[in-house]
């Protein structure tokens, strides 16, 4: 990857004031559509070039994915699209002012059918709170799949709430841009369903992350060896949710804590070091690891230097 295509991502854990602000992102007050897990890219980008009145926001878990749909937008010198690397569930709620996006689009998502895996799903029980205040008013959720049980459980989901109204689902429909896993079941020849889902009533909702926190350096006077030794895999409660460590690496300079933090809808890998400095030891966020600087992950810090003092 070029320098030059790392214009179109947002590291949103980078912003000390959160919900982002589009406008100055973008640079105008244009709508805005949000593509969640975009794959390839290929919808996201031609509907970026087809509609340049529009600002497009592509969400993806993928590194793979969010550098091949960069290579796509460079090539096509597109300037209203941007990129974010995580899980939409919790961006869409955290770094999304209220009612400030126009459309969310969902285009054939892995259904986890398997009941172990439903927390996977795009669509857990939090989510419909979430667009019920990203999502403007009049604004509207699209849901394209190839899995009928999975149109209908979503039909359901939002059918039960007043916030939403829900178009009738639209069997083997047809829209001008194919995605690449609706092309590959075009060729399979199996039915696809589109549903659109309308957002007519506005409610906030209580975000988790408004400004993110400062994170002040822990000092300690002392480091006990054994201590930090028998911290590692243990798993520790925090406000919000628990932390473990799961690795130490150590050189001349510092001391490395592979970290990860669970939080309510969070789950977060992130880097914690202990530097010697004169007389103390400071114990801080690794400068190259951006987690979201959460509660959770303050108070992670806090209590690993409780545990490690003498
Ligand atoms: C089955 S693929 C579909 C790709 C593309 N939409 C298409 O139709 O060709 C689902 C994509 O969603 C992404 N994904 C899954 N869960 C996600 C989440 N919570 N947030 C963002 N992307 C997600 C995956 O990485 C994957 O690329």
Known sequence: MTVSHLKYMITPQKYKQLPMDLNEIFGNKRRVVVEIGFGGGEYLVAMAKKNLETNFIGIETSLTACDRAQKKIYNEGLKNIRLIIGDARF???EIFSHESISKVIVNFPCPWPKKRHKNRRIFVEYFRNTLASSLKEG???????????????????FSKDQRFEVENIEKNFKRE??????KKWDKMGRDKFLIKIKKVKSEEIQRLLKEQEIMPHQKIKNLSKEKLESIINEEFNTVSGKTIIREKFENDEKIILRSITVEKELTQEYYIEIIKRDDEYLIKLDPMTTPFRTPGVKEAIKKIANKVAI
């Open 139 to 157: 604004g509207y959720l699209e849901l394209a799949t190839d899995v009928e049980w999975y149109a209908e459980e979503v039909k359901e989901y």
């Open 91 to 93: 961006l869409l709620k």
């Open 177 to 182: 841009i194919k995605t690449r896993y609706e």
